[in-house]
């Protein structure tokens, strides 16, 4: 089943903070970040692993909570770049308790900076 | 190479034509993946390769749509008799072995199939 994303749109000011959650009803091996531009390939931000992990890069991190199949991605002081539709991918395990990087993928949330 | 390859980045077709897109995965990277992105943004999962083997079809419509990975050759994804709701972007990842879990898969530029 595909992971849910909330909220479905964002509007931001430069220099405005964002929350983008992500929920499934699966146990999850991990979640994996994506940004997608209008017409782009998705581009890989960051993968949590179970564990409560969680990681930042810049001004982007992101938190995991396998407890709650839920992961949550945090983007602080917002620049005009980090528009465009994020999002989560996650992973089951498999029956060995690992995985492969077979994703299923949320419906997506679209982040417009505004100057 | 570095990045995913993916051609071409546009392919028309008219209905009942065939279509056939290529991948060529980052050197190294042991998996590859196809998803196919339709206009709603959602990405339905279609087929894996480890190597040159199938690892997992689950996604894949199996009356018109077939998959390749062959050794020294770009993967490739085909659709006979392309249909309407066939039209969407097709992309391609791929990912190294899963070491100590990281599974993080790299997507091309994908191909964007429109069929009239």
């Known amino acids: 089943q595909q992971p849910v994303q909330s909220p479905q749109a964002v509007i931001l000011r430069e220099g405005e903070d964002a929350v983008i959650n992500c929920s499934s009803s699966k146990a999850l091996y991990s979640v994996h970040w994506y940004r997608q531009k209008h017409g782009e390939a998705p581009v890989f931000l960051m993968i949590l692993l179970k564990g409560g992990e969680q990681k930042g890069h810049e001004k982007i991190s992101a938190s995991f909570n396998e407890k709650k199949q839920q992961s949550s991605l945090y983007l602080t002081a917002s620049q005009l770049s980090y528009s465009g539709t994020y999002f989560c991918?996650?992973?089951?395990?498999?029956?060995?308790?690992?995985?492969?990087?077979?994703?299923?993928f949320g419906q997506g949330t679209i982040l417009t900076v505004h100057p | 190479g570095e990045e995913v390859a993916q051609t071409p980045k546009h392919l028309v077709r008219g209905e009942g034509q065939k279509a056939k897109l290529y991948c060529a995965p980052i050197k190294g990277h042991s998996y590859v993946f196809w998803y196919q992105q339709v206009l709603k943004n959602e990405f339905k999962f279609l087929i894996s390769?480890?190597?040159?083997?199938?690892?997992?079809e689950t996604g894949m419509p199996k009356e018109r749509f077939s998959a390749k990975c062959l050794p020294n050759s770009p993967c490739s994804l085909e659709i006979q008799a392309t249909k309407l709701e066939d039209s969407a972007v097709y992309f391609c990842?791929?990912?190294?072995?899963?070491?100590?879990?990281?599974?993080?898969?790299?997507f091309g530029q994908g191909t964007r199939l429109t069929v009239v």
């Open positions: 390769f480890q190597n040159e083997n199938v690892f997992d």
């Open positions: 991918g996650t992973e089951s395990p498999n029956a060995g308790g690992t995985s492969y990087g077979k994703l299923t």
């Open positions: 990842a791929s990912s190294q072995s899963p070491l100590r879990g990281r599974t993080e898969a790299f």
